[in-house]
């Protein structure tokens, strides 16, 4: 059994409900006017006044509103979408500066930490020769020499009447130009200490 509602036979047009549009004072009231597409000659005059001043006062609003036979607030809401939309093509052109900006930056960046690498591997194989052609016991691997030098220190110790025993090691200076390069930049140059 099909139930029926009062009102039910109506047909789909007569159920429509005209478009609710919010008044100059913003309150929402029905509305039988159909929104009317602004003719070229309308559009050209709005976005020329928009090229001369972004915002738009209310004398200038009443006056091209009865220069072009608009509503105030046609008018009104014209200049509010043109803003958004020059807004957001000013968020573009930015955005595209401050990439180009950031890419040769970028670039920048990775020349100078190539450079480092580059310094730090000529430190470190200058390190290297000298220790090498200093003769170092490590570096020779001449296990007699060590063994006669570490002698002679410890009885010179003794011949100067000390009871400390002196331990000689060799530092390699190259760990003093390891620098992380975790940091995009240095805020200031780094500073090598020797001890």
Same mark, same amino acid.
């Given at each position: 059994?099909?139930?029926?509602?009062?009102?039910?036979?109506? !047909?789909?047009?007569?159920?429509?409900?005209?478009?609710?549009?919010?008044?100059?004072?913003?309150? /929402?009231? /029905? =509305?039988?006017?159909?929104?009317?597409?602004?003719?070229?000659?309308?559009?050209?005059? @709005?976005?020329?006044?928009?090229? *001369?001043?972004?915002? #738009?006062?209310? *004398?200038?609003?009443?006056? #091209?509103?009865?220069? @072009?036979? #608009?509503?105030?607030?046609?008018?009104?809401?014209? /200049?509010?979408?043109?803003?958004?939309? +020059?807004?957001?093509?000013?968020? $573009?052109?930015?955005?595209?500066? @401050?990439?180009?900006?950031?890419?040769?930056? !970028?670039?920048?960046?990775?020349? #100078?930490? *190539?450079?480092?690498?580059?310094?730090?591997?000529?430190?470190?194989?200058?390190?290297?020769?000298?220790?090498? !052609?200093?003769?170092?016991? $490590?570096?020779?691997?001449?296990? %007699?020499?060590?063994?006669? %030098?570490?002698?002679?220190? &410890?009885? %010179?110790?003794?011949?100067?009447?000390?009871?400390?025993?002196?331990?000689?090691?060799? &530092? %390699?200076?190259?760990?003093?130009?390891?620098?992380?390069? =975790?940091?995009?930049? +240095?805020?200031?140059?780094? =500073?090598? &200490?020797?001890?």
């Amino acid at each position: 059994m099909e139930v029926r509602y009062p009102g039910a036979e109506m !047909s789909a047009v007569q159920m429509v409900v005209p478009p609710v549009q919010p008044d100059e004072g913003g309150c /929402f009231r /029905f =509305s039988q006017e159909k929104k009317k597409k602004l003719r070229r000659d309308q559009l050209d005059s @709005l976005e020329n006044s928009f090229l *001369e001043e972004k915002k #738009l006062d209310p *004398e200038r609003k009443m006056k #091209l509103a009865s220069e @072009l036979g #608009l509503q105030p607030r046609q008018v009104a809401i014209w /200049f509010q979408n043109r803003r958004a939309r +020059w807004k957001v093509k000013q968020l $573009e052109r930015l955005y595209d500066a @401050l990439k180009v900006e950031f890419d040769v930056v !970028s670039r920048e960046k990775q020349k #100078l930490q *190539e450079e480092v690498m580059r310094l730090k591997a000529i430190v470190m194989n200058e390190a290297i020769r000298k220790q090498v !052609s200093t003769g170092h016991p $490590e570096a020779s691997g001449d296990k %007699s020499v060590a063994a006669t %030098s570490t002698a002679t220190m &410890h009885t %010179s110790s003794k011949g100067q009447g000390t009871s400390k025993q002196h331990h000689h090691h060799h &530092h %390699s200076k190259v760990d003093e130009y390891n620098y992380p390069l =975790s940091s995009p930049y +240095w805020a200031a140059p780094p =500073s090598y &200490h020797r001890k």
